[in-house]
């Protein structure tokens, strides 16, 4: 890392809490090593378990091969489908095709999948409130029959709907996406389809929503505010977001401490630091450790929630197992 010579200053540094990896991120990495433990090298992944580089180059390392499409898996060896989840066609190709599957779907993002496959079998059309492209989204659309989940991203997207307002219609949201816009979206679609039905609020998951509320303490109180995420990681990239509408002076997101944004910090006199559910703590820790080598730090973590949520990893089913038995 090449970290600039300077005379060490004080910087405030307020920590959000909760940030960091969530209870599904960790457990879709636990299923990949475990996989790798049970099976041996080569587990083959099907798109990024989790979207960090750190986390799949380190796996990458002990053995996991990441792919695109199943059709780059050999016969008979593990397949772990990502914590976003997957399509029926991609699970049905999996069954038809006898590959042992690990599901490292998040059981929130499942619970999503159920939703939409309840309302698609009663009859209602859905409405997906999502971000178009995103793995997440592509696996909650593909739950049902195409054409019978009609994705949108704002109020603007509501109003070009063509549902016809006196039916039921139902709605389902992407796990990871900002608490106040949704609610927009959904008090929209309230307004549009007074028959709307749907999860309480929204099916945004306890860990974007508890980031979230950290990052909104601390944004008034700080300079700049740093998002340790990636790129396509959905939820840090909302944390960067809400940063910026509710009062940090400015937001940025980074991968490593090698993106730390030196010129800038030299400006600074406080701030914030969190990380999207997919980036592990270490990163955190990597970031403070090189401010150190540049600040005398003074950090002070300020927390919104306890978390305690954990999910118990899946059934792993022998190699070459029938595709009955072959997800959970
Ligand atoms: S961000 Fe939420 S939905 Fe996504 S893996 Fe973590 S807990 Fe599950």
């Known amino acids: 890392m090449n970290i600039p010579s300077a005379p060490r200053r ?29 099976y041996g090298p080569p587990v083959y992944v099907r798109h990024e378990i989790v979207h960090n580089r750190y986390v799949v180059d380190r796996l990458k390392r002990q053995g996991a091969v990441f792919v695109d499409e199943l059709d780059a898996v050999p016969d008979g060896r593990p397949v772990v489908f990502s914590a976003h989840g997957v399509a029926e066609t991609v699970r049905q190709e999996a069954g038809r095709r006898r590959l042992p599957v690990v599901d490292a779907t998040c059981p929130l993002v499942a619970k999503v999948h159920r939703a939409v496959d309840r309302h698609v079998r009663a009859g209602r059309p859905v409405v997906l409130i999502g971000h ?26 509501v109003d070009r709907l063509t549902l016809p307002a006196d039916r039921t219609i139902a709605y389902a949201t992407q796990t990871t996406l900002a608490v106040e816009e949704t609610a927009a979206v959904v008090t929209r679609l309230q307004q549009r389809f007074p028959l709307l039905t749907g999860p309480a609020r929204d099916d945004i998951c306890y ?122």
């Open 132 to 157: 178009d492209g995103h793995a997440e989204v592509v696996g909650t659309l593909g739950q049902a029959p195409p054409g019978a989940v009609h994705l949108v991203e704002s109020p603007a997207d």
């Open 207 to 328: 860990a974007t929503s508890n980031r979230q509320a950290a990052v909104k303490a601390i944004a008034p109180r700080v300079d700049l505010l740093l998002v340790v995420g990636a790129p396509n990681s959905s939820n840090s990239n909302r944390l960067v977001e809400v940063a910026r509408t509710t009062g940090a002076g400015d937001a940025r997101l980074i991968e490593r401490a090698h993106d730390l944004p030196w010129d800038r910090l030299e400006t600074i006199a406080s701030l914030g630091l969190t990380a999207g559910a997919s980036a592990p703590e270490l990163l955190v820790q990597e970031v403070l450790d090189a401010l150190r080598l540049r600040f005398t730090l003074d950090v002070r973590t300020v927390r919104l929630a306890e978390e305690t949520q954990s999910f118990r990893l899946p059934r792993f089913p022998p190699l070459f197992a029938a595709p009955d038995q072959a997800a959970e």
């Open 10 to 38: 004080p910087l405030t540094v307020l920590l959000a809490a909760p940030r960091g990896s969530c209870a599904g991120v960790e457990r879709a990495i636990a299923i990949v090593e475990e996989a790798l433990r049970r």
